[in-house]
């Protein structure tokens, strides 16, 4: 029933920057909790940053200073500014609701 889309990532240069953005469905959006974890190739999917219904905002140590999570209610979306990006950032950038439901995914590719 939750619908989750994932767009924005790409191929960049380190310390280069992408945005991705999160369109997803459902009438109580503005009350859920919502994150971004990613998953490197051989790597175990990891928690990257996570905002709730309040605004209030953690993120993994790896990414403080660096990523930016926000939301915008009013269009269902929610975002990802991703700026002095790493190789190490690499990795397949998922959307969530409470770690429940899923998007399908956008291809992050930082090259050296």
């Known amino acids: 029933q939750v619908q989750l889309a994932e767009s924005g990532g790409g191929l960049v240069q380190a310390g280069g920057s992408l945005r991705l953005s999160c369109v997803g469905s459902g009438t109580m959006f503005r009350f859920e909790t919502m994150n971004w974890h990613r998953q490197a190739p051989g790597k175990q999917r990891e928690f990257v940053a996570a905002i709730d219904r309040s605004g209030y905002i953690t993120y993994t140590d790896s990414v403080k200073g660096r990523f930016t999570i926000s939301r915008d209610n009013a269009k269902n979306t929610l975002y990802l500014q991703m700026n002095s990006l790493d190789p190490k950032d690499t990795a397949v950038y998922y959307c969530?609701?409470?770690?429940?439901?899923w998007g399908q995914g956008t291809q992050v590719t930082v090259s050296s």
């Open positions: 969530n609701v409470r770690e429940i439901f």
